[in-house]
């Protein structure tokens, strides 16, 4: 019976270009699709409007002696679930208003579930909180803008035309 179930769930699911298991309520990833996840977290869930992003830390990211954390790649892996939760290959994060509410050390995992608030033409909002067991560590809300071209397309266009 149980394998039954399993097999049932390996028909359901499949595997995205990441080695990340999609099922079949998941979406596939459409922007960041080259990042380092091993810096920027790994994409654990990903729906409409919404991203879980789990952020692994290693040696390589101590700022200290101590173990700390430098706290770009707790913003890396933010960023990243915010623009996974918006999904658009065009999308490019234009600010954000951020809190680092505890620190994060050598060791520990941090989940970041990022939730699209709001879509204004081609705004968006993303709020993105950062946990560690069942401490919050980061906060924050990131502002979007989904691009018709990629934004580096959009400069070349316009040197092209100079």
């Given at each position: ?61 101590a700022a200290d ?66 946990t560690f067991e ?29």
């Amino acid at each position: 019976m149980a394998k039954e179930k399993e097999r049932e769930e390996t028909q359901e699911n499949g595997t995205n270009d990441t080695g990340m298991t999609v099922s079949s309520e998941n979406l596939e990833l459409k922007t960041h699709q080259r990042i380092d996840q091993s810096l920027c977290g790994t994409l654990l869930e990903l729906k409409a409007g919404y991203a879980k992003v789990e952020l692994e830390t290693t040696r390589v990211m101590a700022a200290d002696d101590m173990g700390l954390v430098h706290g770009g790649f707790t913003f890396a892996a933010a960023d990243f679930a915010a623009m996974a939760a918006v999904n658009d290959p065009n999308v490019v994060l234009v600010s954000s208003e951020c809190r680092f509410l505890s620190p994060v050390k050598v060791g520990d995992r941090v989940l970041f579930e990022a939730r699209e608030l709001y879509k204004e033409s081609r705004k968006r909002k993303i709020h993105v909180i950062g946990t560690f067991e069942d401490i919050k560590v980061f906060e924050g809300e990131f502002m979007a803008v989904v691009l018709e071209r990629h934004v580096l397309k959009l400069k070349l266009l316009k040197d092209e035309e100079d």
